[in-house]
């Protein structure tokens, strides 16, 4: 009776040996450390979260809309280039009776206050614009006539643009020559249709980024005039130098690129500089032009220098 208790009980022991080692395949134990990817190899094909709006910029940018003086587009920040959903009701309520500092190329041009807004519905696969407001101006009324947007007063503090068309004849001159070199150096220009055409400088701003920091934005232009489809190629650029040496050459610190046809390419040029509460921290204002459709972006610099594109508004047009 023995021999036959011995072997089935040696045959339950290797039932159970055998589950044992079934379940070592399928189970990780709970103290055993899991193999993390470095971020690099995490989802390479998975784009990173949009550029957030800086909330030191308040709750709304307002654009100023046309000729008039008093009318303006209401831009919602919440609403950028990537999150726009199918359709959009825009209660305008929060902003009637906001006070907003209006700024232009020449910094400061007054203060003003939102009278009405209208509010507007957007739908998916439609033209769409952003909301109307009509403004209560208050100001000089010479200053009044340069400015482009506004912010929520006392949010932030308008910094002076000085065109390069303002400027007296040898820096003019000086500063179109600084822009071109920096523009022709620049890396990463891959185009062979546009090279050896000579860079014009479109549009050129002079400004302070930061404490002894003087900085210059432009935009630089080489056209194909093709008879068929006329090619341009813009570059926007900017550069710094030591405010404190005169004679010191600028270094380009940011830039892009487009490039099509001269009736579809999209245009970015400056509205306006304004300086964030947080010291160092500043922005231009950009709108971005294409046949059908506009846009506006935040560059911005931080504090550390680094100048990037925070935050782009969705495109409205057809």
């Known amino acids: 009776m023995r021999a036959p208790r011995a072997l089935a009980l040696t045959f339950i022991i290797l039932l159970g040996v055998l589950a044992a080692c079934e379940r070592s395949r399928t189970t990780v134990p709970r103290d055993t450390a899991l193999a993390v990817l470095p971020e690099s190899a995490q989802a390479p094909n998975v784009p990173p979260a949009p550029p957030a709006w800086t909330p030191e910029a308040g709750p709304v940018m307002l654009v100023r809309s046309g000729n008039a003086l008093d009318a303006a587009y209401v831009v919602f920040p919440e609403y950028n280039d990537s999150t726009l959903p199918d359709t959009?009701?825009?209660?305008?309520?929060?902003?009637?009776?906001?006070?907003?500092?209006?700024?232009?190329h020449d910094g400061a041009a007054g203060t003003a206050r939102v009278a009405s807004a209208s509010s507007s519905t957007w739908i998916a696969?439609?033209?769409?614009?952003?909301?109307?407001?009509?403004?209560?101006?208050?100001?000089?009324?010479?200053?009044?006539?340069?400015?482009?947007?506004?912010?929520?007063?006392?949010?932030?503090?308008?910094?002076?643009?000085?065109?390069?068309?303002?400027?007296?004849?040898?820096?003019?001159?000086?500063?179109?020559?600084?822009?071109?070199?920096?523009?022709?150096?620049?890396?990463?220009?891959?185009?062979?249709?546009?090279?050896?055409?000579?860079?014009?400088?479109?549009?050129?701003?002079?400004?302070?980024?930061?404490?002894?920091?003087?900085a210059i934005a432009a935009d630089v232009v080489r056209k194909l005039n093709q008879e068929a489809t006329p090619l341009e190629q813009h570059t926007l650029i900017v550069a710094e130098r030591?405010?404190?040496?005169?004679?010191?050459?600028?270094?380009?610190?940011?830039?892009?690129?487009?490039?099509?046809?001269?009736?579809?390419?999209?245009?970015?040029?400056?509205?306006?500089?304004?300086?964030?509460?947080?010291?160092?921290?500043?922005?231009?204002?950009?709108?971005r032009e294409g046949i059908d459709a506009t846009a506006y972006a935040l560059l911005e610099r931080g504090a550390s220098g680094r100048w990037r594109v925070r935050w782009t508004s969705v495109h409205t047009g057809c």
């Open 88 to 104: 959009v009701r825009f209660d305008t309520r929060s902003v009637r009776g906001l006070p907003v500092e209006l700024i232009g």
């Open 125 to 214: 696969d439609s033209c769409v614009e952003w909301p109307t407001a009509r403004l209560e101006l208050a100001g000089d009324s010479a200053q009044l006539a340069d400015w482009t947007v506004a912010f929520e007063h006392a949010s932030i503090r308008p910094i002076r643009l000085d065109s390069l068309q303002t400027l007296p004849s040898p820096d003019s001159a000086r500063l179109a020559a600084d822009i071109t070199r920096l523009a022709s150096a620049l890396p990463d220009d891959t185009s062979r249709t546009f090279r050896g055409i000579p860079f014009v400088v479109r549009a050129a701003y002079r400004f302070a980024a930061a404490p002894r920091v003087q």
């Open 242 to 287: 030591d405010a404190a040496n005169p004679q010191a050459p600028y270094h380009a610190v940011y830039h892009e690129r487009t490039a099509g046809s001269e009736e579809s390419i999209e245009t970015s040029d400056v509205l306006a500089g304004i300086q964030y509460p947080t010291p160092g921290h500043m922005a231009l204002v950009l709108v």
